[in-house]
């Protein structure tokens, strides 16, 4: 089992939708949870991070974290042509923080 | 502020050359992170540093070497390239600290190819 999965994807929405995108993850010492948006050839950016169970909204980004469950997840409303990109869903473990990182969803937002 | 630096950006060995990857960053973060990004994989840990003159393996450690001589400074060694170290690197830093902190800052990545 990796330690860090994501669908593949790709996933497509249509503009104006919401995107929903899944991680699972297997230590249950996990402490934080994030989610990067990396853009073709660029580095990976922060969109938010949550380490509460429940919901943490950011403008039209909503994290959902459900520890018992061992699931994380990534809303997007109102999607964007401006979303598209791969997310990368990431957890820290260890003493310095380390992240893990899952494979990656790649999201298609279709004008 | 120029964040995490790092350089080149773009390189091209043969199998068997050296090479050192350099990363710096400005913000006074304690840890420091190199990742290798495979064509479309997420991110791979391949050392960490918690503070100047501390550092330890990740989950790809074969290969390379780093040292973390100062605080702002992590260069990621490569000896004897080998094709399979054909891959995009990242260097990241962080503030580390508690479970609502730890954003990771990423340098542009440095893109080598080995043939």
């Known amino acids: 089992q990796k330690e860090v999965e994501q669908n593949s994807g790709p996933l497509s929405v249509p503009e104006g939708a919401i995107a929903s995108l899944n991680c699972t993850y297997s230590?249950?010492?996990?402490?934080?949870f994030f989610w990067y948006r990396q853009y073709s050839g660029k580095s990976p950016e922060l969109i938010m991070f949550?380490?509460?169970?429940g919901d943490k909204e950011d403008g039209r980004f909503t994290a959902q974290l459900n520890k018992a469950s061992q699931y994380v997840s990534l809303l997007i409303r109102d999607s964007q042509p401006s979303d598209s990109a791969t997310y990368l869903c990431?957890?820290?473990?260890?003493?310095?923080?380390?992240?893990?990182f899952g494979s990656g969803t790649q999201l298609t937002v279709l004008p | 502020n120029a964040g995490v630096t790092q350089t080149p950006k773009f390189r091209i060995l043969k199998i068997g050359q050296s090479m050192t990857l350099q990363c710096a960053q400005d913000?006074?973060?304690?840890?420091m992170y190199w990742y290798r990004q495979d064509p479309g994989m997420g991110l791979k840990l391949i050392y960490y540093?918690?503070?100047?003159?501390?550092?330890d393996k990740g989950e790809v450690p074969n290969g390379y070497n780093v040292s973390r001589s100062t605080t702002e400074d992590f260069p990621l060694r490569l000896e004897l390239a080998a094709p399979s170290q054909t891959s995009v690197y990242f260097c990241?830093?962080?503030?580390?600290?508690?479970?609502?902190?730890?954003?990771?800052?990423f340098g542009e990545g440095s893109r080598l190819t080995v043939l």
């Open positions: 949550i380490y509460s169970n």
């Open positions: 913000m006074n973060h304690n840890y």
């Open positions: 230590d249950r010492g996990s402490q934080s």
């Open positions: 990431a957890v820290t473990r260890g003493s310095a923080r380390q992240l893990t």
């Open positions: 990241a830093s962080s503030y580390g600290g508690g479970p609502d902190t730890g954003e990771l800052f």
């Open positions: 540093s918690v503070g100047a003159g501390i550092t």
